[in-house]
């Protein structure tokens, strides 16, 4: 069975980069902030491999070693 694509919400991406939920609407509003891939009734989500990609271009500070490459 292939592997699903791990996803994040605002909410994940808000603990990941640990700024409040004001400050992640702003940064997913920018034309350089990854397009959502689907809306729940939730909200956004984003996979997660190009939410971490962004980190390491926008924000390298708060990179890590973790997911890189979309699959």
Known sequence: MP???K????????QRLRL???RIQ????RADFPRPCGEL???R?????E????????RPRQANTGE???S
């Open 41 to 43: 009734a939730m909200g």
């Open 45 to 49: 989500v984003w996979l997660a491999c």
């Open 20 to 22: 409040s939920r004001q």
């Open 51 to 58: 939410v971490e990609a962004w980190i390491h271009t926008y």
């Open 3 to 5: 592997e699903r694509p």
């Open 7 to 14: 996803l994040m919400g605002t909410r994940e991406v808000q």
């Open 68 to 70: 890189e490459g979309c």
């Open 26 to 29: 702003q940064l997913t509003e």
